[in-house]
C-alpha cells in the first residue's frame, strides 16, 4: 500500500493563489497530454505518487482532456487521475488540491461544450464521478464563452461552490477585459475566484502585455502559469534543433514568427545564461514566472519522474539580480 513520504513537505515552496488562504505548491503537475484511456496507468501512478512524495499536491485536469473524441477519450484524464485517488490517494485527499475545468468539448451536442448553466452543474457532477471525489478544490470555466452570457456562466459556477462541489472558482484562456468583468461579478456574489489559468512562458509574455496581471493583481486573483516550458522548448531538448514534427500550441504560435533558427538560438542564450546560474534551462524558465507573485504556481506537464526532478530543482534558485532580469529580457526580445 503507498505510503507518502513523511518529509514531503518543505521541498517546494508554497504561494498564495491571490490574496486568498488557497495555498499551492510553486510548482504543480498538468495531467493534458499522455493521461488518458491509451496511456499506461502504472507509470502514470508512479509520477503523481512521486509528484506527491516532492512535496507537489496540486494536480490539474480538465473534462476535456485525453484521447479526444476516439473511443471516447474525453474525459479520461479525470478517468486516470481519479483511479490513482482512489488507490492511493484517498488518505490525503485533505492535502491535495485538486482541480478541474468545463467548457471545451466533452461529449455531442450543445450541451457537450461551452459554460451555460447547463453544461456547467452537468460538468462538475461527471467530473466528480471519473473523479471519485465528492469535490473539486477548484473548478474553472476552461474558456470564454461567446454563445453564454457571461453573468449566466458566474451564476452556474457560483452554484457549484454553493452546492459544495468546488471549493475556489477560477477562469482560463480568458482575455483581459473578460477577466475584468468576470471577477467584477463573481466579487458581487462574493464567490471565492482566486485563478486565471494562463498561457506563460519566457517565449510568450502575453499576459504581461495585455496588462491582464495587472488586472488579477488588481482583483486580488492570481495567475497560474500553464505551458511554463512551452511543450518542452524551454528544455535541453532542443538546442541542436526543432524538428519539422514538433507541435506547437495555439497560445504559443508567435514564438515561431521569425523561424525556429532564432528560437534555438535564443533557447542557446537562455540555457547558457543558466548555467551561468547553476540551472538547467527548464529551471531557469519555471524560475523565471515565479519571479512575481502574482504567479501562484506553475503547472509542468511530463511524463517523467527524471523531468519532473528537473523541473522541481528550479526552486533550488528563485532569485534574479535586477542584472539578470535585464539580460533576460534583452535575449528576449
Ligand atoms: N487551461 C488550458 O487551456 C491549458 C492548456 C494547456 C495546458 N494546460 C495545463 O498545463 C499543463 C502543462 O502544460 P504543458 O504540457 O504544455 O506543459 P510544459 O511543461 O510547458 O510542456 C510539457 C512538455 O515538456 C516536456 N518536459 C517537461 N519537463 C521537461 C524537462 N525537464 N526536460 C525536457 N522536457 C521536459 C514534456 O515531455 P516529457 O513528458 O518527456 O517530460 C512535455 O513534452 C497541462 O497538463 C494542463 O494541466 C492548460
Known sequence: MYQAKADRYGQVPVRHA???????????????????????????????????????????VANHYGNGDHGGGYGTSEALLGQVLASDLKPYRDELVIATKVGYEIHPGPFGVGT????????????????QTDYVDIYYAHRFDEQTPLAETVQALDTVVRQGKALYIGISNFATTQAQEALTLFHELKTPVVLDQMSYNMLNR?????????????????VIAYGPLSEGLLSERYLDGIPSTFKIHPTNQATFADGKEAVVAKLNRLNALAKGRGQTLSQLALAWLLRD??????????????????????????????????????LLA
Open 206 to 222: 502575453g499576459v504581461e502585455t495585455s496588462g491582464l496581471l495587472k488586472t488579477l493583481r488588481a482583483g486580488g486573483a492570481g
Open 293 to 330: 507573485p502574482v504567479v501562484a504556481s506553475v503547472i509542468i506537464g511530463t511524463t517523467s519522474v527524471a523531468h519532473l526532478e528537473d523541473n522541481l530543482g528550479a526552486v533550488a534558485h528563485l532569485d534574479f539580480t535586477p542584472d539578470e532580469l535585464a539580460e533576460i529580457d534583452r
Open 116 to 131: 451555460s448553466r447547463k453544461a456547467v452543474l452537468q460538468g462538475i457532477d461527471d467530473s466528480l464521478r471519473r473523479l
Open 18 to 60: 491571490g490574496n486568498s488562504g488557497l495555498v499551492l505548491p510553486a510548482i504543480s503537475l498538468g495531467l493534458w497530454q499522455h493521461f488518458g484511456s491509451n496511456d499506461p496507468v502504472l507509470p502514470r501512478r508512479e509520477l503523481l505518487l512521486a509528484a506527491f512524495d516532492r512535496g507537489v499536491f496540486h494536480f490539474d
